[in-house]
């Protein structure tokens, strides 16, 4: 695909959904072609799903309009995804995505194979919302959609600091910035202000999280009655596997919590010699090679121990 209109002819109703447990690029991404498609394409009826998204995304343009469930059974005639890796991980709008007449795919996770009928995955660009941008009219990124976009491209390159940043990311975020995205504020507002309990709580984990094999891993996680104590959810504790990561030494971060009694949501992240993706899929998730997650059962200990087992092959 060269550009989004090539997937638009004869379509008369438009379905975007992204992932489970959504991240900015997969809110960035969905809300820059819903409000692309809404602006340049009105004749359209376009509709966007999200599973609850972040308040702390509120800023974007349209976020109000959308969906947190598929409650009624609509047949779109074509139905777009973004930032997702995997049939399994589309989440709320899944019904939608199966009855729709066409699907197309546009994502950036090298462990998506290629689950719709159009499949635009690139590799090895910085996120979802980077290949997005591809695809449009760069005469009609407005500032809502800039703002959008660049939302996308900020979380999931960590501000400009991760690997996956490239000489392209830079030209995109400038081509944004001359759209007036008031980064300064995105950027503070969306990926670094946390709340004081999520400060409170991410100081906790640090402060009894473990190192293993030679200092070369750490591992932190939180338990279901603690979660429940400090009144958090999975979404507020994005962060802390970063901050995990960014100790000295350390070549593999692990963060779990626990989702309902044993069953645990794990986050991985490499500083580049071990590859968390193969970690992950290996426990039936996926992600990028530096950043990765899968869902796990057992005790904290079966959870560290399994994947350690795994992580301690590659180093
Ligand atoms: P996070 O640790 O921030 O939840 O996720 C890091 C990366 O791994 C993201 O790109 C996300 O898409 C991917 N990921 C996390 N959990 C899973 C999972 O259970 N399955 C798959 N396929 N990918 C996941
Ligand atoms: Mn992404």
Redesign the pocket.
Known sequence: MNNISEVLEGVHSVGIGG?V?P?GDCVGSCMALYLYLKKWYPKIHTDIYLEDPKEQFSYLEGFREIRKACTEPVIYDLFITC?V??R??IGVAGECFDTAKRTVCIDH?I?NFGFAEVNHVVGDASSASEVLYALLDKDKVDQAIATAVYTGIIH?TGVFQYQNTNPETLFVAGELMKKGVPFSRIIDESFYQKTYIQNQVMGRVLAESIMLLDGKCIAGWIRYKDMEFYGVEGKDL?GI?SQLRLTEGVEAAI?FYENEPQCY?????SNGVVDV?KV??YF?????IR?????MNGSVYDVINNILEQIEKQL
């Not at 950043?291 to 869902?295: D, F």
Request: with cysteine; glycine share 16%; charged share 30%.
């Open positions: 992932h447990r991240d930032d890796s995997s399994d991980r996770h462990s999931d994005d596997v963060f949501k794990v986050s991985l992240r993706s992950a899929v039936g998730g996926g992600g990028h950043a990765a997650g899968c869902n």
